[in-house]
């Protein structure tokens, strides 16, 4: 039974890690989107307007970008101390 309970746990661990790591790619793609918009915008339009709102789509792509791998290590930090307590009360 305890290598039951073991197994349930690890797969726990995995799948809670593949859906962190789905979420990074989520942020990842979405940064990418923001940074392409704001440069295609900024090379084909010729209002200043426009090359201001260029500029804060790539301001808000690199944002989402760092608050992505800033989220992702947070919390793959705390998933691996979470898992080595748990480690820990097994045995």
Do not use: C
């Amino acid at each position: 039974m305890r290598n039951f309970q073991n197994l349930q746990h690890q797969l726990a661990v995995d799948r809670t890690l593949m859906a962190l790591e789905r979420t990074l790619l989520a942020f990842i793609r979405t940064a990418l989107a923001l940074l392409i918009s704001g440069a295609t915008a900024f090379y084909v339009s010729q209002s200043p307007w426009i090359h201001i709102a260029a500029g804060i789509l790539v301001a808000l792509g690199f944002a989402t970008f760092i608050a992505g791998l800033v989220r992702y290590r947070r919390r793959k930090k705390t998933l691996g101390a979470f898992a080595a307590a748990a480690d820990e009360d097994e045995e």
